[in-house]
């Protein structure tokens, strides 16, 4: 099997499987941007944290079905998890939230002390400004720690990139601590992974700049020729984004569990 029939063609297969399970979780997905709107319009700034709490519920239950995924792909099923046992799903979806959350904390307390570090540097040389000099010192560690930061910040997310997809399969096999079990982890990584993150990466990127465009130019001819429909051709829209967008994950996660699989099989 070549690598675009493992890593693509069957992970697609595998996500439109069961249009039933699909539609579900597009569903809760096309429900909760439209939810978002329509609290915005009716409370406005005040909706922040109705939308927050929404969001935050339906894309717990979202990540806990691709951590269902992982395991029955782990377990060499071809079909996609039930929706009936939710408690299962909010139960994974809340404790990877946690380590997720977890892990970019601890990522970002180096951001943390060196803008603390740096912020005193500032004051002191600010309270002890004399000359033009005093300044010049200024705005050299400004933009010295601008660089420090903007370096750190692009190598951590290229680690991120690499490190969460293999860990949430960790995670699904292992439980909660084996999204840490780094060891273990970086053994898995070869050019083949990178390969499926660099593809998916590329397919969200190109759906990312083509969407917008497609459903503008939809909309424009829409709202100039027929109105009074524009809005159903919108809803339409995001439902098809809405189904897009979740296949797209469980071809993901599809595709890395595969990978993560044959790697424990060879070992």
């Known amino acids: 099997m070549s690598f675009i029939e493992k890593y693509i063609v069957e992970p697609f297969k595998y996500a439109t499987s069961d249009w039933i399970k699909v539609l579900i979780g597009t569903l809760l997905g096309f429900f909760m941007i439209c939810l978002d709107w329509a609290l915005m319009l009716l409370l406005g700034p005040f909706s922040f944290i109705f939308i927050l709490g929404i969001d935050f519920f339906v894309s717990i239950v979202i990540l806990g079905y ?17 929706w009936s046992n939710i408690v299962e799903l909010l139960t994974d979806g809340i404790l990877y939230s946690i380590a997720l959350f977890i892990l970019l904390l ?12 740096g912020s005193f540097f500032i004051v002191g040389e600010i309270i002890g400004y004399s000359s033009y000099s ?12 601008a660089i420090l ?12 990139w690499i490190y969460i997809p293999l860990a949430t399969v960790n995670f699904a096999k ?13 053994k898995k990584i070869s050019l ?25 130019i939809i909309l424009a001819i829409f709202f100039l020729t027929l109105p009074p429909i524009a809005i159903l051709v919108l809803l339409v829209a995001l439902l098809i984004e809405s189904i897009v967008i979740f296949v797209l994950g469980i071809m993901f996660y599809r595709a890395v569990a595969k990978y993560y699989r044959e790697k424990e099989l060879k070992n």
């Open 66 to 82: 691709y951590i269902g995924v992982i395991k029955n792909t782990l377990k060499g099923l071809d079909i996609l998890p039930d």
């Open 106 to 117: 601890i990522l970002s307390l180096p951001v943390i002390v060196l803008l603390i570090g």
């Open 134 to 145: 005093d300044l010049w010192n200024i705005l050299s560690f400004l933009s010295i720690l």
């Open 149 to 160: 930061l903007l370096l750190y910040i692009v190598v951590t997310s290229l680690v991120l």
């Open 174 to 186: 292992k439980g909660f601590f084996g999204f840490f079990k780094i060891r273990d982890i970086l």
């Open 192 to 216: 083949e992974y990178i390969g499926i993150l660099l593809l998916y990466t590329l397919f969200y990127g190109i759906y990312s700049l083509i969407s917008p465009i497609i459903l503008k």
